[in-house]
Structures are given as structure tokens and as C-alpha cells.
Antibody, heavy 118, light 109 residues
């Protein structure tokens, strides 16, 4: 059974930092591109970043480039999102997803809620 | 980055057909944008339906199909059922990134 389990969400003040994790099982993690996607309350989905199988390529949406860093540890079957300089507008549920082919994003985690507020 | 636009809402009768479109501000959507479609129900993670324009995942019901028409990506829901009531999002490959569409809320009534 495929499982992607996000963790690390919570309440943080504006300007603060948070590190999200995504633990994968049931997939060939080291052979998969992985992505982070978020959804603000009552809003649509926003693709944030992805990372190649070996971590050698990382892509970001403009709104988070320079503030967020995607990384992975294939020895731990884990994906990460380091979020710095958090803003109120970063408040959202953050999902990790596997991308086997050009955006297919076949498997998703249940999401972890990040709330940025003073 | 591109803005990807979908119909905000659509109402369809049970047994009917719903046609959802996905347009890009940068121009015609082509197979090179690798259009993907996702379904999301309230409080749940998205479920992948269609990838690379018209390919189905193993779990995608046969009544869902994807295509390109008139410079847009299209998701067609045939023989609509009550359980198809959900939000639907397209996702396009743009440069080195991806962009989700604004989403379509499908109501079955």
C-alpha cells in the first residue's frame, strides 16, 4: 500500500521558519520525482516545487523561490520543505505528491496544516 | 508565470455529460503542456484522474476522458453520478514548473 505522510505543520509567527517532512512507503521513492503542493483555506491548489530522483534538479514557483527549499533523503524515503520568511499568505494545507510523469502526481499525502499568524 | 483558467462552476444532471475546459494565458494548450486533471472532494487530498492529456490511471473510471479542443485541455465526464460532485483542477507544465488551473466546482443536481 502506498503511503505518503506529511508532518511538521503548525502555528508560526510571520517571519518564522518551519520544516515539513513527507515520509513515503510502498513506492520506489528513490526513483520518483516528488512535489509539494499547497491549498490555502477555501482556495484552489498551488504547485510549489519539485525535486528530481537524485535531488540534482529542483524547481520552484516564483512565489516561494528564495524562501522555500525542497530536499530529500533517499536513505530515509523522505521529502522535506524548509520554509523561511513565512508570511500570513503562506497559511495553507501542504501536500506532498509523487510525480511519475510530467505532472501526473498519482499519489498524495493527507496534508499538514501550516498557519502563519501573530 | 501563466494563469490557467477553468470554469468556476458547472451544474449537471445525473446521467448527463459535463465538459470542463482548461485554458492558458500564454496561448494554446498543447500536448507539450502535458495536461493533467485531478478531482478533489471536501476535506480530502486530490485524486489524479488524467495525465498527459488523455491517459487514465488504473483507478480512473471509464466515464472520465481527457482531450484537447480549440486550444484548451478538456475533461469530459459522461454518465455523471452523484459521487462525481467535487472540485476539478487541471495542471499544466509551463517552463520548468507546473501551474494548476483555478478549479471547477461540479454540482450534480
Amino acid at each position: 500500500e502506498v503511503q505518503l505522510v506529511e508532518s511538521g505543520g503548525g502555528l508560526v509567527q510571520p517571519g518564522g521558519s518551519l520544516r515539513l517532512s513527507c515520509a513515503a512507503s510502498g513506492i520506489a521513492f528513490s526513483e520518483s520525482w516528488m512535489s509539494w503542493v499547497r491549498q490555502s483555506p477555501g482556495k484552489g491548489l498551488e504547485w510549489l516545487a519539485n525535486i528530481k530522483e537524485d535531488g540534482g534538479v529542483r524547481n520552484y514557483v516564483d512565489s516561494v523561490r528564495g524562501r522555500f527549499t525542497i530536499s530529500r533523503d533517499n536513505t530515509k524515503n523522505s521529502l522535506y520543505l524548509q520554509m523561511n520568511g513565512l508570511r500570513v499568505e503562506d497559511t495553507a494545507v501542504y501536500f506532498c505528491a509523487r510525480d511519475p510523469s510530467w505532472g501526473a502526481h498519482d499519489y498524495w499525502g493527507q496534508g499538514t496544516l501550516v498557519t502563519v499568524s501573530s | 508565470q501563466a494563469v490557467v483558467t477553468q470554469e468556476p462552476s458547472l451544474t449537471v444532471s445525473p446521467g448527463g455529460t459535463a465538459t470542463l475546459t482548461c485554458a492558458s494565458s500564454t496561448g494554446a494548450v498543447t500536448s507539450g503542456s502535458y495536461p493533467n486533471w485531478f478531482q478533489q472532494k471536501p476535506g480530502r487530498a486530490p485524486t489524479a484522474l488524467i495525465y498527459s492529456t488523455n491517459k487514465k490511471h488504473s483507478w480512473t473510471p471509464a466515464r472520465f476522458s481527457g482531450s484537447l479542443l480549440g486550444g484548451k485541455a478538456v475533461l469530459t465526464l459522461s454518465d455523471v453520478r452523484a459521487e462525481d460532485e467535487a472540485d476539478y483542477y487541471c495542471l499544466l507544465h509551463q517552463g520548468n514548473a507546473y501551474v494548476f488551473g483555478s478549479g471547477t466546482k461540479v454540482t450534480v443536481l
